[in-house]
């Protein structure tokens, strides 16, 4: 089990994170969500043990997680650590950075957990293709297999598909998050993408001003978003009488006193999101067909 307890970090002049608690158990999957610049690579490098905390304690298990004044190698043995930014050999194979953790005493075993990891991350057919020649997604993919080569205890992703593109996202959101489980690898992941978590987390934070505003579980604050921020986590979403209803939970019907006039209609696949005015507001909802700019819709509530 990872214990946070009560982190507070700034860099030179500004404070970063203040009082910051909670639990992650062996296992688990927790997903940091905020916005850009609310602290959350931070918090993933503290975890790691990158710099020194201005108070409070991290603890694996018993052991307590240091920073670089009591530490000569930054990162514990059983956690790994996958940067924004991520550290590989360029002039080296896919393979080779894969199994850079790996012992060279049985090449055997050595190789087959490489296929493994390739399969994974679905980078099979790039086995012998140099690092530098991947795009920048390949990259990333190639980040994380070795970061789970050695089957860490707990597995730190720092926006782990954000250069990966929709095409592959889907799958490999799947195949990595499986074997974590599988495997009862702790992560954390630090996201801005609801798909991450809402079928990946046990349980998300949110971080704002510092502070943690929400932590629970992925359902619960999709159901009872206390805040606009959370709210717009989830996507687009409308504040009728002091309440938070998300843009499909408005539906059309013959008659209602939530009257709203069409602006424009936005094809999205398989509904329309339309935007409308209801009493001078911007309003959104979502509709099976395109309305006309002009007409009037009326609404319910439907949760
Ligand atoms: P996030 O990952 O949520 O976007 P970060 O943890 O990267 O947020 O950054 C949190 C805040 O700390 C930002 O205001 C950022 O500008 C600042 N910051 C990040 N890294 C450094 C650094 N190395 N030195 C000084 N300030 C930093
Ligand atoms: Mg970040």
């Not at 060279?104 to 293709?129: C, G, W």
């Not at 932590?215 to 206390?226: F, G, M, Q, V």
């Not at 059309?252 to 329309?272: F, P, R, T």
Request: charged share 25%.
């Amino acid at each position: 089990m990872l214990q946070v307890k009560k982190i507070s970090f700034r860099y030179k002049r500004k404070t970063v994170l203040n009082n910051i608690s909670f639990i992650v158990k062996a296992g688990e999957h927790l997903s940091i969500i905020g916005e850009s610049g609310s602290g959350k690579s931070t918090l993933l490098k503290l975890l790691y043990g990158t710099y020194d905390l201005d108070k409070g304690h991290i603890f694996w298990k018993d052991e307590d997680i240091l920073g670089p004044k009591h530490n000569l190698i930054i990162g514990p043995e059983f956690m790994k650590y996958v940067a924004q930014e991520f550290d590989l050999m360029p002039f080296t194979t896919v393979a080779e950075n894969i199994g850079t953790f790996l012992s060279n005493f049985y090449p055997e075993e050595k190789q087959e957990r490489i296929n493994e990891l390739l399969e994974v991350v679905e980078l099979v057919a790039y086995k012998d293709v140099k690092v530098k020649e991947l795009s920048g997604g390949q990259k990333q993919r190639v980040a994380l297999a070795k970061a789970i080569a050695r089957q860490p205890e707990i597995i730190l992703l720092d926006e782990p598909f954000s250069h990966i593109d929709n095409f592959k996202k889907q799958s490999l959101r799947r195949s990595l998050f499986k074997y974590l489980k599988e495997k009862n690898i702790s992560c954390i992941v630090a996201t801005h993408d609801k798909d991450d978590v809402l079928s990946f987390s046990d349980n998300m934070i949110v971080l704002h001003n510092t502070k943690i505003i929400a932590n629970n579980t992925p359902k619960h604050l999709y159901n009872n978003p206390e805040n606009k921020l959370i709210a717009s986590f989830f996507g687009e979403f409308n504040e009728i009488n002091s309440k938070f209803v998300y843009a499909n939970q408005l539906k059309v019907v013959d008659h209602s006193n939530l009257k709203a006039i069409v602006k424009q209609s936005y094809y999205k696949g398989h509904y329309y999101l339309i935007e409308a005015s209801l009493n001078g507001k911007t309003i959104f909802f979502e509709h099976d067909i395109q309305l006309k700019k002009g007409n009037n819709a009326f609404l319910n509530h439907v949760s």
